[in-house]
């Protein structure tokens, strides 16, 4: 008895590491939007990520600005604003846990600890509370 459920466990172990395992190859789906510019979930904010230096480095820290505002346009300066991420394919989340470290103003926040440890296809998302709402804004990064 005890015996089939350590085959059985370690059949669904195989089964996920196989799973996961394919996973890491699989391409990215085609028609991900790439914008750095995207609308929130709920329609609430529109949100810009500027990254340090334009391009998204690998493997060293770096950090964003993240720029918010309603839909027509007025700058979100009081808010907050969680950050999480990782790689969908891989299973994986965020190797930092990057915060917002000052708001600059004007809707522009400065997220500080960004960091892709790997090529690939990750996510960023961003969970925003302020008088407007709370809503989140995913972004794609292909690295
Ligand atoms: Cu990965």
Redesign the pocket.
């Known amino acids: 008895m005890r015996s089939t459920l350590r085959k059985y466990r370690l059949g669904v172990l195989a089964a996920v590491m196989l799973a996961s395992g394919c996973m ?1 190859f699989a391409r990215p789906p085609k028609d991900l939007d790439y914008s750095r510019t995207r609308l929130s979930a709920g329609g609430t904010y529109r949100a810009t990520i500027r990254p340090q230096g334009d391009s998204i480095p690998q493997g060293r820290l770096h950090r964003w600005i993240l720029h918010l505002e309603t839909p027509n346009g007025t700058p979100i300066d009081a808010c907050q604003i969680a950050i999480d991420g990782g ?1 969908p394919q ?1 299973v ?1 989340g965020l190797p930092t846990k990057p915060k917002v470290t000052r708001d600059l103003g004007n809707g522009d926040h400065l997220v500080d600890g960004m960091k892709f440890n ?1 090529g ?1 296809w990750w996510v960023v998302k961003f969970r925003v509370a302020s008088a407007a709402g709370t809503d989140s804004v995913v972004f794609n990064v292909k690295l």
């Open positions: 890491m790689m891989h994986h790997m690939g």
